[in-house]
């Protein structure tokens, strides 16, 4: 039966590629998206944009009236500095955002959603890696607490309302159609530099670890999420899956990998540590594996030629 989906963030990078195997699997696509980051060329040829802000009463309206089955949410304002810098803005967008799309959801008789949280920022650095779902949550930026509220203020709709929900902690997210400009998305900044020709710089000694994912592992865990069978849930935790690779790539790998893949002779710099910025992460990945069934299957060699090839063709 096709299903009606609406993705928000879905002129995005991580939404982007969540619309084209919506698509693929015969599901009828809307993406919600202001444009704000993304890219209305990113939207595949085959769904429906609305453009339009996830905190406006259009976009509660299009849930409320639309007769979705499924919400996908992926829009937010995703950088980390900038919540520190203005909190009210994360908020606003973050939670707020979500809240108006889950009112709308609630009228319009959505009867799943699957969330983008954030396993780099919803646990803080205290805890022993890999990280389970479970460990002790806290949050170093506004950001990773407006994901976590985020999270809560699902399981409580959940609660109310019976709305399936799911949140999906990813780890660092790559691929191709990252933004580069951003100051997320290492993979991306890297790759293309590489591409021109010009210094990559590794802030501190570069010994910093992250649980690199490819989009399209990704993208699966989002097709599973949408359609299996959820554990009855535990809390907040019981509710989400760590959606990683479980493995930890330095930065200096990754800037080496990088350069080795595109065979041009590229100075690596470093330059002093970024303040706030994680020393280590790496996620654990056995309950994604028991409750949804899904691992991911790409090695990062695989995963960084794939995107450096992609950011070639342009
Ligand atoms: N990239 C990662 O490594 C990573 C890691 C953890 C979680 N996430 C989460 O995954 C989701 C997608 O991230 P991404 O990397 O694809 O980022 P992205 O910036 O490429 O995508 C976000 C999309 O949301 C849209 N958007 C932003 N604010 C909006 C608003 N107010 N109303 C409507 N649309 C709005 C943007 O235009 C963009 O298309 C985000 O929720 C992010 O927090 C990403």
Redo the contacts with the bound molecule.
């Keep these: 039966m096709t299903r009606k989906v609406l993705v928000?963030?879905?002129?995005?990078?991580?939404?982007s590629h969540v619309v084209d195997a919506y698509l693929a699997a015969g599901d009828d696509v809307t993406v919600?998206?202001?444009?704000?980051?993304?890219k209305r060329e990113q939207v595949p040829p085959g769904a429906r944009l609305v453009q339009?802000?996830?905190?406006s009463p259009a976009a509660r309206e299009l849930l409320a009236t639309g007769d979705f089955t499924l919400l996908n949410?992926?829009?937010?304002?995703?950088d980390v500095r900038r919540s520190v810098a203005d909190p009210v803005f994360d908020a606003e967008?973050n939670v707020l955002?979500l809240l108006n799309l889950l009112e709308g959801a609630r009228l319009g008789g959505v009867q799943r959603v699957v969330f983008?949280?954030?396993?780099?920022t919803v646990y803080g650095e205290t805890a022993r890696l890999p990280l389970v779902e479970s460990a002790p949550k806290l949050p170093a930026s506004p950001y990773g607490t407006a994901?976590l509220a985020s999270e809560y203020y699902l399981a409580t709709f959940s609660q109310l309302y019976g709305l399936e929900t799911v949140a999906l902690r990813?780890?660092?997210?790559?691929g191709p159609r990252?933004?580069p400009h951003?100051e997320?998305?290492v993979v991306a900044i890297f790759a293309h530099r590489v591409l021109a020709g010009q210094p990559l710089t590794v802030f501190g000694d570069g010994g910093q670890t992250r649980d690199m994912v490819f989009v399209q592992d990704v993208v699966e865990a989002n097709l599973a999420a949408s359609h299996v069978a959820l554990p009855s849930a535990d809390g907040v935790d019981g509710r989400a899956f760590n959606i990683g690779t479980g493995i930890e790539t330095s930065v200096n790998d990754l800037a080496a990998t990088l350069v080795t893949i595109g065979g041009r002779r590229v100075e690596i710099r470093h330059a002093a540590e970024r303040p706030g910025e994680l020393r280590r992460n790496a996620l654990a990945v056995d309950k994604a594996a028991q409750g949804l069934g899904w691992r991911a299957l790409v090695p990062v060699g695989d995963g960084l030629r794939r995107t450096l090839q992609s950011f070639r063709e342009g």
């Design positions: 928000t963030g879905g002129a995005g990078f991580i939404g919600l998206d202001d444009l704000s980051t993304g339009a802000d996830v905190r949410h992926h829009a937010a304002q995703m967008v955002g983008a949280s954030s396993g780099g994901k990813y780890s660092n997210v790559y990252q933004n951003g997320a998305g």
